[in-house]
């Protein structure tokens, strides 16, 4: 068990009192940090879902386009072997041989085979652009909304980083203003084992135990924290002991 200092009195509770307050302010700071640090990424999943939704409906719509490009070709196919049949049917009262007339009748039923077949292909692609521009103004209007609700949840949380980002230069002024009053020898042990520790430096005994590693200590050590007349460090873990309060059993 290291004693961190002899110092007695009004002094030593002042000086407990203050390295608990800092190591609240510390405590703040750091939820505000990890808070600060982690609303630029949830503001960008949200951005990463706008464009997620404007990219299904600019799928749809290319969806939607190409079936209309689709039947636009199938119409000028139909057009042109329309025109190509009716040629081939003028022919019909020249033909002089059966040869010629027997070739001729199978270029027109092919003719017709295929005009069958651009026609179904056509009602088929009209079915599907009627569907498509029904979807994709259900698309658009689910786009709409939800990117209305994320666009509002990102200013929120741009108003939060700002938010924030005040209260912790409030937070690392008052810190300053408290470090100020710390015996600088007190100060540079509480930073070392802050640096250590990342989390508590002053820890509560509680029961006898050290409540940072639940390191038991001798009865005598824990009376002379219950006085409260000097500080230790807890030879489990390296914090800073105090005593827990009234009512609780120091010594076992």
């Given at each position: 068990?290291v004693?961190?200092?002899?110092?007695?009195?009004?002094?030593?509770?002042?000086?407990?009192e203050?390295?608990?307050?800092?190591?609240?302010?510390?405590?703040?700071?750091?939820?505000?940090?990890?808070?600060?640090?982690?609303?630029?990424?949830?503001?960008?999943?949200?951005?990463?879902?706008?464009?997620?939704?404007?990219?299904?409906?600019?799928?749809?719509?290319?969806?939607?386009?190409?079936?209309?490009?689709?039947?636009?070709?199938?119409?000028?196919?139909?057009?042109?072997?329309?025109?190509?049949?009716?040629?081939?049917?003028?022919?019909?009262?020249?033909?002089?041989?059966?040869?010629?007339?027997?070739?001729?009748?199978?270029?027109?039923?092919?003719?017709?085979?295929?005009i069958?077949?651009?026609?179904?292909?056509?009602?088929v692609?009209?079915?599907?652009?009627?569907?498509?521009?029904?979807?994709?103004?259900?698309?658009?209007?689910?786009?709409?909304?939800?990117?209305?609700?994320?666009?509002?949840?990102?200013?929120?949380?741009?108003?939060?980083?700002?938010?924030?980002?005040?209260?912790?230069?409030i937070?690392?002024?008052?810190?300053?203003?408290?470090?100020?009053?710390?015996?600088?020898?007190?100060?540079?042990?509480?930073?070392?084992?802050?640096?250590?520790?990342?989390?508590?430096v002053?820890?509560?005994?509680?029961?006898?135990?050290?409540?940072?590693?639940?390191?038991?200590?001798?009865?005598?050590?824990?009376?002379?924290?219950?006085?409260?007349?000097?500080?230790?460090?807890?030879?489990?873990?390296?914090?800073?002991?105090?005593?827990?309060?009234?009512?609780?059993d120091?010594?076992?």
């Amino acid at each position: 068990m290291v004693v961190f200092s002899t110092i007695e009195g009004e002094f030593l509770r002042e000086q407990l009192e203050l390295l608990l307050r800092l190591q609240e302010i510390d405590s703040a700071l750091s939820d505000l940090q990890w808070e600060t640090e982690d609303l630029p990424r949830q503001i960008a999943d949200l951005e990463q879902q706008v464009e997620t939704t404007d990219a299904a409906v600019k799928e749809q719509e290319i969806a939607l386009e190409t079936a209309k490009k689709d039947r636009r070709k199938f119409e000028s196919d139909l057009e042109d072997t329309s025109t190509k049949l009716a040629d081939l049917k003028s022919k019909q009262v020249v033909i002089k041989t059966n040869e010629e007339y027997a070739a001729l009748q199978t270029e027109i039923g092919y003719a017709e085979s295929t005009i069958s077949q651009i026609e179904d292909s056509i009602l088929v692609l009209l079915e599907q652009i009627e569907g498509a521009s029904v979807d994709m103004e259900v698309v658009r209007q689910s786009a709409a909304d939800s990117r209305g609700v994320i666009e509002k949840k990102i200013a929120e949380f741009q108003h939060e980083m700002v938010r924030q980002t005040e209260a912790l230069t409030i937070k690392r002024d008052e810190r300053v203003r408290v470090a100020m009053n710390v015996d600088e020898r007190m100060l540079e042990r509480y930073e070392r084992i802050l640096e250590s520790k990342g989390d508590q430096v002053l820890v509560p005994l509680i029961d006898g135990l050290c409540t940072g590693c639940y390191k038991k200590l001798p009865p005598q050590q824990a009376i002379e924290i219950r006085r409260s007349d000097r500080f230790f460090e807890c030879e489990g873990c390296g914090r800073i002991l105090y005593w827990g309060g009234e009512g609780q059993d120091g010594e076992e």
